[in-house]
């Protein structure tokens, strides 16, 4: 039965060519659906490259629509080190600014030397360089001491590092400790001490903060032991230590009336540092590791305290921070400046608002002390003309667009017709925009109630605009700004409310609906309806080509019978050769 599946083999007819003959000519419905789902598909994507030109001019006109587009104010500075801002309600004109003081902030200095000395006595033979409380850990390697070459380990002890250096300067320079004064003195008896080289690798020299004088005898600049920043509060190496915690360690402390709280067995004079930077009350706490102290300056500048409250035994007491261990306040200063020659004002900011100079929407950062500077308020059309721009683009992008979708041409008598050509609501669309773009304001002034009147006009060729006269725009931007601004704004009859409206209806309030949204809405579901008739075809053709084919094999299985048949009736009766 295979070989009779071969079309023709038995009857010489094709029958399989004619089947798909048919089934193609049957099939001409299905076909003409797939080509208008494909032109539906076109149209869908067509309209949706329409709703987003129309959505790039709603949000250009949204622009112009927008708050102190049109009365824009910009301020110019002549000197350097200052700046200036205005408002929409600054006034234009010149200002002179003269500064006698700048504003500082309040600092609030704790006492120095907070943390441990190195040693509670001058014998260091037991204090190693690896737990030296300084500010900044000496490293392991080579320093030289009077040109000689001395090795630096950190299990070291302060005494190996004296007894070190005076091995290797045979006995010239000496080193030694004073509790008293938490520093550290090499002596010469031959000439005058000379520190490091080029190629020294450990720090231990600034470490302990050494340096060459051009004498005999070198000594710490400053007390060496510090508090730890890293440590925890009870292991800081502080020399007062905190008691007024609970039996967990917790404790508080108040800046400026906030509570900061801490834990002494958990917190690091770090994390304390970073939580008060972070609260609210105000301050930035700095730890100086140069003099072993804490500072805390205001946020704010001008004559402002600082307030620290604790119980007695608490963290700030021990940090040096009240003013019972020798915390002080440096007040801050206030801005002192005169405008126009006028008397001196004060500002508790450098930046100079109207609050202190009375300068209405005028803001100036003022610069240097002594220093006069002009300070211009003028109008801003630099913003206006860039947002006219903008929206003169993307409606001429919008307009450009729907041209060449909907357009139809001749050539050589060959009709062609764009995908939106058949789509009247769309071309539509194009005209009720440029009625609307170029129709009059009404209530406004006979000389600027339309876009030509701000030298704005179509080009003549086509439907798109161009700025024709651009100085009569920048003209109008700035001696009527008031006037352009209502040609844009004014309610419910200025362009961009007018705009709104018919965006409105093409593309809804949020976009996606509207008669846009709808028109794909219908074409999709249209396609989803051809797509099912065409699945329903294509399956009744299938059955079709079944019962075809397999009637032809029938015929083709009788057609072989037969053939055999008279085979066999051939052989049995053979034809005489003399008949």
Not at 279 to 290: Q, W, Y
Not at 342 to 357: D, R
Not at 524 to 551: F, G, K, M, P, Y
């Amino acid at each position: 039965m295979a070989s009779l599946q071969l079309s023709g083999l038995v009857s010489g007819f094709d029958w399989k060519s004619f089947v798909d003959q048919l089934m193609s000519l049957e099939r001409t419905p299905a076909s003409r659906m797939e080509t208008e789902i494909a032109n539906n598909q076109f149209k869908i994507t067509a309209l949706a490259s329409v709703e987003t030109r129309i959505n790039d001019l709603r949000n250009a006109a949204k622009a112009l629509n927008a708050d102190g587009v049109f009365d824009a104010r910009s301020a110019t500075v002549s000197g350097s080190g200052w700046t200036a801002s205005a408002d929409t309600t600054a006034l234009n004109g010149a200002y002179s600014f003269n500064v006698t003081q700048r504003a500082t902030a309040s600092t609030w200095t704790g006492a120095s030397n907070i943390g441990n000395r190195l040693a509670a006595t001058n014998d260091v033979s037991g204090t190693t360089l690896a737990n030296l409380g300084t500010a900044t850990a000496p490293t392991a390697g080579v320093v030289t001491v009077n040109g000689a070459r001395v090795t630096i380990g950190l299990s070291d002890s302060l005494q190996d590092v004296f007894n070190n250096i005076a091995t290797a300067t045979n006995g010239d320079v000496t080193g030694a400790y004073n509790a008293g004064t938490d520093r550290i003195t090499l002596t010469s008896s031959n000439g005058p001490v000379v520190l490091g080289s080029a190629n020294d690798t450990s720090n231990l020299l600034s470490t302990l903060r050494l340096a060459n004088n051009g004498s005999g005898s070198v000594t710490s600049a400053a007390n060496l032991g510090t508090a730890s920043a890293t440590a925890t509060l009870a292991n800081a190496r502080l020399t007062t230590a905190v008691t007024a915690v609970d039996g967990s360690g917790n404790g508080t402390f108040a800046v400026n009336g906030t509570d900061i709280a801490y834990n002494v067995n958990t917190d690091t004079l770090g994390s304390v540092i970073t939580r008060i930077n972070a609260s609210a009350a105000g301050v930035t706490a700095t730890f100086d590791p140069l003099n072993d102290r804490l500072l805390f300056t205001n946020k704010t500048t001008g004559d402002v305290g600082i307030s620290i409250s604790e119980s007695a035994g608490g963290l700030m007491g021990a940090l040096g921070l009240t003013t019972a261990t020798g915390a002080t306040l440096a007040r801050g200063l206030t801005t002192q400046y005169s405008v126009n020659g006028g008397p001196t004002v004060t500002s508790s900011s450098n930046i100079l608002t109207s609050a202190s100079h009375g300068i209405t929407g005028l803001t100036v950062t003022a610069g240097p002390t002594g220093t006069t500077e002009a300070v211009t308020v003028k109008s801003d059309t630099s913003s206006a003309r860039a947002k006219i721009d903008t929206f003169i683009s993307a409606f001429n992008s919008l307009q450009s667009f729907v041209e060449s979708q909907t357009k139809v041409t001749s050539s050589n008598g060959k009709v062609t017709a764009a995908t939106l050509s058949s789509n009247r609501e769309v071309q539509n669309w194009a005209s009720q925009l440029r009625s609307t773009v170029f129709a009059s304001v009404p209530g406004l002034s006979a000389t600027l109630s339309r876009l030509d009147h701000l030298g704005i006009d179509f080009t003549g060729t086509d439907a798109t605009l161009r700025v024709k006269d651009s100085a009569k725009l920048e003209a109008a931007l700035k001696d009527r700004p008031t006037e352009v601004s209502a040609l844009f704004r004014q309610a419910s009859t200025g362009l961009a409310p007018r705009l709104e409206t018919l965006f409105t209806s093409y593309v809804g309030l949020l976009g996606g609906s509207g008669l846009l949204g709808g028109s794909r809405t219908s074409l999709a579901a249209n396609n989803s309806s051809l797509t099912l008739q065409i699945a329903d075809i294509d399956r009744r053709l299938v059955q079709r080509r079944a019962v075809l084919e397999s009637s032809f094999i029938a015929m083709e299985s009788a057609q072989s019978k037969i053939k055999n048949m008279q085979s066999q009736l051939s052989s049995a009766f053979p034809a005489s050769s003399n008949s």
